[in-house]
C-alpha cells in the first residue's frame, strides 16, 4: 500500500512510459539586412554648378572611390587632381574616409575643387637634389662666362674649397638614393606649379653658394685646418644620423598603406635621440647645414641654413602635432626638432 501511494503521488508507475523529449523549433530565417544606399552630388566649389550626380553609392565606399567614379565622368579629373571638401571653405576629405562615417544623410553634396596637374614627390624630390648637385658642380669647375676667363677650369688652392664639394655632392647624392630605395611617402603627388617655387629656392641657393666658396677670392675660414676637420666631422656624423633616421622611418611605415605609427628609439644610437625629439630627420639636417656653415664660413650658406631652419621647425611643429593629437600615449617629453628648447 505504501509503495502504491508514493508511485501515485509521483505519477509514475512501472507500466507507465516516460515522456518523448520535446524538439526544439527550428529558428526562423534572419531576415536579409537591408543597406541604404547614399545619393552623392558633386557641385564645382566656385561656381556651384552640378558636375556630377551618383546614385545608389554603397556606404562603404570611401572617399577615392567617389573620385574614381568622378573621374569616369570627367576623364580629364584623375583623382589625384581631384579635392572633395563637404563644405566650400573646409578642408578637403581624405581618400580613405567612409561615406556613412562623414557627418552627411543619405543625399550628401560635396565639393569639388581642381588641385591642377599633379606630379609624384619623388620626382619633385629629384628635381630639388638633381638641380643643386650639377649646379654647384659647374662653379666648382670653373666654367667659362662664371668668372674671369684666365680662371677658366682652374682649381681652387684650398683644400676646404675640394672638400665643400665633396660634401655638398655627398649630400645631395645621398638624398637622391634615399628619394629612390628609402623614402615611402605618405602623400602621393604635390601640384606640378610647386616644382618652379621649390626648384627655384634649391637651384639658386646653390648657385649663390657655389659661386662664392668657389671664387677666385674666397678665403679660408679663421681658424684654419682645426675649424675645417672640427666642422666636417658635425656634418658626417649628421649625415649618418639622417639616414639612420629615414632607415627607421621607412622600417615603422609598411608599402602601401597609411598606417601611422609612433617612431621609438632602436638599437642604432642615431636614432635613441627618439627619445627627446619628434623629427630628428630635422635634427640632423639641420647640423649637416651647421657644419657645411662652420666649414666654409660663408654667408650665403649660412642664409641658407637660417632659412632653412625656420622651414624645418614649421614642419616639424605640425609634425609634433599631429603625433599628440592621435597618438594618447605620445611621450610628452619630446620636443619637435631641438630637446628641451623647441
Known amino acids: ?3 502504491l501511494a508514493l508511485e501515485a ?3 509514475k508507475s512501472d507500466g507507465a512510459a516516460a515522456p518523448a523529449p520535446s524538439k526544439p523549433r527550428p529558428k526562423p530565417p534572419k531576415k536579409a539586412r537591408r543597406i541604404v544606399y547614399f545619393e552623392v552630388e558633386i557641385l564645382h566649389i566656385k561656381t ?5 550626380l551618383l546614385d545608389k553609392v554603397e556606404p562603404t565606399a570611401t572617399v577615392l572611390d567617389i573620385k574614381s567614379l568622378f573621374h569616369k565622368s570627367n576623364p580629364q579629373w584623375y583623382p589625384a587632381r581631384q579635392a572633395l571638401c563637404l563644405d566650400p571653405k573646409g578642408k578637403p576629405l581624405r581618400d580613405e574616409d567612409i561615406l556613412q562615417e562623414l557627418p552627411v544623410g543619405t543625399t550628401a553634396t560635396f565639393y569639388f575643387k581642381d588641385l591642377g ?3 609624384t614627390w619623388g620626382t619633385v624630390f629629384l628635381i630639388e637634389c638633381i638641380g643643386p648637385l650639377v649646379i654647384y658642380l659647374l662653379f666648382y669647375f670653373r666654367l667659362p662666362l662664371i668668372y674671369t676667363p684666365k680662371y677658366e677650369f682652374t682649381a681652387s688652392k684650398h683644400l676646404v674649397v675640394h672638400i665643400a664639394c665633396m660634401c655638398h655632392s655627398f ?3 645621398k638624398r637622391i638614393l634615399e628619394t629612390l630605395f628609402v623614402h615611402r611617402f605618405s602623400h602621393g603627388t604635390m601640384p606640378m606649379r610647386n616644382i618652379f617655387k621649390n626648384g627655384s629656392y634649391y637651384w ?10 668657389n671664387h677666385p677670392l674666397y678665403t679660408p675660414p679663421y681658424y684654419g685646418e682645426k675649424q675645417v676637420k672640427a666642422a666636417l666631422g658635425i656634418f658626417l656624423f649628421c649625415q649618418l644620423g639622417s639616414l639612420s633616421i629615414h632607415m627607421a622611418l621607412r622600417n615603422l611605415k609598411l608599402s602601401g598603406t597609411k598606417v601611422k605609427k609612433i617612431p621609438y628609439p632602436t638599437k642604432n644610437p642615431f636614432t ?3 627619445a627627446l625629439v619628434s623629427c630628428p630627420n630635422y ?3 639641420l647640423g649637416s647645414w651647421i657644419g657645411f656653415t662652420l666649414m666654409t664660413q660663408c654667408v650665403p650658406v649660412l642664409f641658407f641654413t637660417a632659412v632653412g631652419f625656420i622651414q624645418m621647425t614649421i614642419w616639424a611643429k605640425g609634425k609634433h602635432r599631429s603625433y599628440l593629437k592621435e597618438f594618447k600615449e605620445y611621450p610628452t617629453l619630446r620636443s619637435p626638432i631641438l630637446p628641451f628648447i623647441l
Not at 48 to 52: A, T, V
Open 283 to 285: 635634427t640632423y639636417e
Open 204 to 213: 639658386c641657393s646653390a648657385a649663390w653658394m657655389a659661386y662664392y666658396i
Open 117 to 119: 596637374s599633379q606630379m
Open 171 to 173: 649630400h645631395y647624392g
Open 48 to 52: 556651384r554648378e552640378k558636375l556630377l
Open 9 to 11: 503521488k509521483s505519477g
Open 272 to 274: 635613441w635621440i627618439f
Open 1 to 3: 500500500m505504501d509503495t
